[in-house]
């Protein structure tokens, strides 16, 4: 699932592909990210549609038309935003693709996604949009502080690790980057919020920061099947340390070895002599 060193990347991939192209007209071959939208009313909505800007906030893409219009896109499990300089015809080529954006230069922007529980929502003014309200502090904001994370800790009755993927309380962290952070932070992810030490607090905070620096530098992760907006995979996930390195010798610590336990439907990789 892309996570935001991901969404960047595409963010990134997408600003130098799509910024000043004209839709000239939109494909639909599945209609399940679009909701509650027809594909009528997309096309109408995006059709002559100028792209002006791309922004991310948490793991959501915003995508705004010089008109004050806008898209606002969540890859969730396997979508992904390919362009492609020219149109695509061929049915293995095709094989995935829910959505094409044409544009009158004839080049185009596919949205795949095998599992199709991504979503495209249409906003016609780009200010109010409901999913940026409830996203929480972003990783490399100023604003996000030791004291914001112990308040945000004290208040709740979960492990830290599940405190963590709140996307309320830190914006676009998933499994794969907070099992990275609370490893190099050196703080167990069963540790229950309320217990987090000041100390704990800000090293979390400043291994969050390595951890998507790191990962942004890098074009992301592709441990499944994550892919840039030109279909090139990331180069992170040969940094990770602790996510599926199950049986590894700790890279911290001499005895310590990775251990991988279910917590809250996810798997949590942890070495459980030096994160306590
Ligand atoms: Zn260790």
Redesign the pocket.
């Known amino acids: 699932m892309p996570e935001l060193p991901e969404v960047e990347t595409i963010v990134r991939g997408l600003q130098k592909r799509i910024i000043g192209k004209t839709i000239s007209g939109v494909e639909v071959l599945h209609p399940k990210p679009l909701g509650q939208t027809t594909p009528k009313e997309l096309e109408r909505f995006v059709r002559s549609q100028v792209f002006r800007k791309v922004e991310r906030f948490g793991k959501y893409i915003h995508m705004q038309f010089a008109s004050g219009k806008s898209l606002v896109c969540h890859l969730r499990m396997t979508g992904k935003y390919i362009y492609s300089s020219a149109n695509v015809t061929k049915a293995e080529e095709r094989r995935h693709i829910r959505i094409i954006f044409h544009f009158s230069d004839q080049s185009c922007l596919l949205y795949k996604d095998l599992r199709i529980f991504g979503t495209i929502k249409l906003y016609a003014d780009g200010v109010t949009i409901a999913e940026k309200a409830k996203q929480g502090r972003e990783p490399l904001s100023p604003a996000l502080t030791t004291a914001y994370l112990l308040e945000k800790a004290r208040r709740r009755q979960v492990a830290i690790k599940i405190l963590l993927l709140d996307q309320s309380v830190i914006a676009g962290l998933g499994n794969i980057y907070v099992c990275e952070i609370l490893f190099r932070a050196r703080v167990s992810p069963f540790l229950s919020a309320r217990d987090l030490s000041s100390a704990q607090a800000a090293r979390i905070i400043e291994a969050t920061r390595e951890v998507i620096k790191l990962a942004i530098k890098n074009n992301g992760t592709s441990v499944s099947d994550f892919r840039n907006v030109d279909d090139k995979e990331g180069k992170f996930q040969n940094m990770l340390l602790v996510y599926q390195k199950t049986g590894a010798a ?1 890279a ?2 001499t005895g ?1 070895i990775i251990q991988r336990e279910k917590q809250g439907q996810r798997s949590t990789f942890f ?1 459980p ?2 994160q306590v």
Request: hydrophobic share 15%.
């Open positions: 700790c911290h610590c310590g070495c002599v030096c």
